[in-house]
């Protein structure tokens, strides 16, 4: 994380053909229940984490993905966060890329705001997830609304 989602070997080669291929192929549920299983390796601080943590952010950020599969990625990453805690290391990281990495321009999809409540619980996690005085950048501006 950090760098905008390149991982370099992270996102290249037949292992991430395969994962697109198998994420554009697959119904709701199917994708769902792989994202769940990508989510599961954000854990603590090494190689697995960081590569998955870049495969996850590559995927959101893929120009030729359809928006149901962000949706879909955020949604596994908050229902992780909206339980008690302690979160893994590897979950929150991705989570604050997310939010703070204007590549990825979370803010400005749909379905954060689908709704007040949608809204309201994004808002939530994002401050929860970043440091104190860390929360520029993570909600968008009020007159952007």
Excluded at 41 to 51: A, E, I, K, M, V
Excluded at 69 to 88: A, M, S, Y
Excluded at 101 to 110: E, F, I, S, V
């Amino acid at each position: 994380p950090g760098g905008g989602g390149g991982g370099g070997g992270a996102t290249s080669g037949q292992s991430m053909e395969l994962l697109m291929g198998l994420l554009r192929e697959f119904d709701s549920e199917g994708r769902y229940h792989l994202l769940n299983a990508v989510a599961n390796q954000l854990r603590f601080p090494n190689s697995h984490t960081h590569y998955f943590s870049c495969v996850l952010l590559f995927i959101f950020q893929a120009r030729q993905e359809a928006e149901v599969i962000r949706e879909q990625i955020t949604r596994v990453l908050i229902e992780r966060l909206i339980v008690n805690k302690p979160h893994p290391w590897g979950l929150l990281i991705t989570f604050i890329e997310l939010i703070k990495n204007p590549t990825y321009d979370l803010w400005r999809h749909d379905f954060v705001r689908s709704s007040r409540e949608i809204e309201q619980l994004f808002q939530s996690v994002a401050r929860f997830c970043l440091p104190q005085g860390g929360a520029e950048g993570a909600e968008p501006a009020k007159d952007s609304q």
